[in-house]
């Protein structure tokens, strides 16, 4: 049988890792291995660790999700490896529904769907998508949930929320890009694996509730920054000169937007210094894709496809501002 080792990034929220040990030890599937990844907590998290007999590496400062992730994935001993955010809760049977789906669709990765923990009536997350401007959208995000969210399907993009990997895709592609530090380093993930031809299931069976940005604040500047920077580090890694001018308009259109995003979230300044910041990095990321093609017909058309199926999900489902604006200016 195969089997699961789970990987829980976490800082200075002891109560939230009480929380998903619990429920992991709970789960009628559990995981063989448990691996707590302490980015400097000031708390007690170590203290739990070491009460639910789990593995633990402890950093001295917080490195970010990405390096803390890596981090477990070295420590890890199972067959898939099951990454997990220390604000989520899952379903009992959450664990053994996904890795069942995963197995018998022969999945390298499969997600579960995510449902907000005070209204279990709206989506927080299922599967990611990116368009060519590199602004991701979690897909029913805050939309209520229906036949689109309790259909199952294959995915590219893996939000790493709660998502289980077979341990061969990070042995093909490569760990984390901790560069990013955190915010779309799944995203980027996600590229990496459609270039190398992997694909993943949404299990909407699977299901299990997010707090949503707990650690760091929903609409904390941290993260209105890293999410602006991120985005046009995504640009500088996988575009040539040739996609850039190919794909200039939307991608003006699309950064425009997200500043506009940014500000609405309250934080303008934070968005404004994110850009700066990932222009300035633009040379040092310029083209770093390694361990799988960096073809850049197949780059482009991975992001075509993924907007496309932004577009015909939000004409389905009713478009959000953001993208009701941005494909009123760019043809997908």
């Known amino acids: 049988m195969a089997t699961v080792s789970a990987i829980i990034p976490t800082w200075n929220r002891a109560d939230l890792l009480t929380s998903i040990l619990t429920n992991l030890s709970a789960q009628t599937r559990r995981p063989d291995q448990v691996i707590v990844v302490d980015n400097g907590s000031t708390d007690e998290t170590q203290l739990v660790a070491r009460e639910f007999r789990a593995d633990i590496s402890v950093f001295p400062e917080n490195r970010g999700f990405a390096t803390a992730v890596n981090e477990g994935i ?4 199972g067959d898939w490896l099951l990454i997990l955010n220390n604000d989520v809760v899952l379903e009992p049977e959450w664990l053994e529904r996904l890795l069942a789906s995963a197995e018998q669709e022969r999945a390298s990765f499969a997600v579960g769907k995510l449902l907000r923990p005070h209204d279990r009536r709206l989506i927080d997350g299922s599967w990611d998508l990116v368009s060519r401007a590199a602004y991701a ?4 995000y805050g939309r209520p949930d229906g036949a689109v969210w309790s259909t199952k399907r294959k995915i590219s993009f893996a939000p790493m929320t709660a998502a289980l990997f077979k341990r061969g895709v990070f042995d093909q592609i490569g760990l984390l890009e901790t560069r ?3 915010y779309y380093e799944d995203v980027d993930f996600g590229v990496r694996c459609a270039l190398a031809g992997l694909q993943g299931i949404y299990e909407p069976a699977a299901i299990a509730m997010h707090m949503s940005k707990t650690t760091l604040g929903k609409s904390s500047y941290r993260v209105m920054f890293l999410t602006a920077r991120n985005q046009i580090l995504i640009l500088a890694k996988y575009y040539s000169r040739e996609t850039l001018l190919r794909f200039a308009w939307p991608i003006l259109i699309g950064q425009i937007l997200a500043l506009m995003a940014a500000a609405k979230q309250g934080h303008p300044l934070a968005g404004l210094l994110g850009k700066w910041a990932g222009l300035r990095k ?6 770093q894709v390694s361990g799988v093609p960096h073809r850049h017909d197949l780059i482009e058309a991975i992001f075509r496809d993924s907007e496309r199926q932004i577009q015909a999900l939000q004409k389905q489902l009713g478009f959000d501002i953001y993208w009701r604006l ?4 760019v043809r997908a």
């Open 74 to 77: 070295q420590r890890s001993n």
């Open 137 to 140: 959208w979690r897909c029913g």
């Open 180 to 182: 990013f530090e955190s």
């Open 282 to 287: 633009w040379s040092c990321f310029r083209g």
């Open 326 to 329: 941005y494909f009123s200016l």
